[in-house]
Nanobody
Framework: VQLQASGGGLVQAGDSLRLSCTSS????????MGWFRQAPGKEREFVAA????????YYAPSVKGRFTISRDNTKRTVYLQMNSLKPEDTAVYYC????????????????WGQGTLVTVSS
């Protein structure tokens, strides 16, 4: 399973970005999908997840109300719309396919994309 994340870049505080994560060969419709991020010197942390069937979403408290996760199964793509970005959102963002377990735990995910860097300047 290959997941390709894109859409990162350098923006200013308050700006918006939309990240995309596309599965190049395999359908994602049967899986919950998640976004995680890892800032320099820090552990990877949960950002958002979306369930496979009914599209229920979950967010980390730090991004709730600013970020929106969505999916288009026909395009095998998951999105992360990020609004009102803050310098503390600076990190490499990874998408992943859920395997089993808690949606907010990185250990519950099996396949990871290569990550896309988001840098927010103040």
């Amino acid at each position: 399973v290959q997941l390709q994340a894109s859409g990162g870049g350098l923006v200013q505080a308050g700006d918006s970005l939309r990240l995309s994560c596309t599965s190049s060969r395999h359908a994602i419709s049967s899986y919950a999908m998640g976004w995680f991020r890892q800032a320099p010197g820090k552990e990877r942390e949960f950002v958002a997840a979306i369930t496979r069937s009914d599209g229920v979403t979950y967010y980390a408290p730090s991004v709730k109300g600013r970020f929106t996760i969505s999916r288009d199964n026909t395009k095998r793509t998951v999105y992360l719309q990020m609004n009102s970005l803050k310098p503390e959102d600076t990190a490499v963002y990874y998408c992943s396919r859920h395997q089993s377990g808690s949606l907010d735990s990185s250990t519950a995910y099996r396949y990871w994309g290569q990550g896309t860097l988001v840098t927010v300047s103040s």
